[in-house]
């Protein structure tokens, strides 16, 4: 299973963006997902996770009050609404599912299907 990240673009500060993540029914009947994100020469760094009724929410405190994870199981995609988006967010974001559903995991290695990201660059 590979989860292909979409939305991505050139913003400018303090812009909005929404980032797209479907993924087949067995990936997502996993129960966490996660978004991350990498900036080359970085390690992938935790975004947000959200559980499999997305009433549950985690986030990294650099995106905390600006960004949102939710998800629609009935498409079987997850989504990152990103807003008041700074030049420092700019990376290649992906989305990936946590291998035990541990909804308090943020390293990249408890998570698997990660497939080709979306480049986000904020800039003016």
């Known amino acids: 299973v590979q989860l292909q990240a979409s939305g991505g673009g050139l913003v400018q500060p303090e812009g909005s963006l929404r980032l797209s993540c479907p993924a087949s029914?067995?990936?997502?009947?996993?129960?966490?997902m996660g978004w991350f994100r990498q900036v080359s020469g970085k390690e992938r760094e935790f975004v947000a996770s959200?559980?499999?009724?997305?009433?549950?929410?985690n986030y990294a405190d650099s995106v905390k009050g600006r960004f949102t994870i939710t998800r629609d199981n009935a498409k079987n995609t997850v989504y990152l609404q990103m807003s008041s988006l700074k030049p420092e967010d700019t990376a290649v974001y992906y989305c990936?599912?946590?291998?035990?559903?541990?909804?308090?995991?943020?390293?990249?290695?408890?998570?698997?299907?990660w497939g080709q990201g979306t480049l986000v660059t904020v800039s003016s």
């Open positions: 990936g599912i946590n291998k035990v559903g541990n909804f308090y995991q943020r390293s990249a290695d408890d998570y698997y299907a």
């Open positions: 029914g067995r990936a997502t009947r996993s129960g966490v």
């Open positions: 959200i559980n499999f009724s997305g009433v549950r929410k």
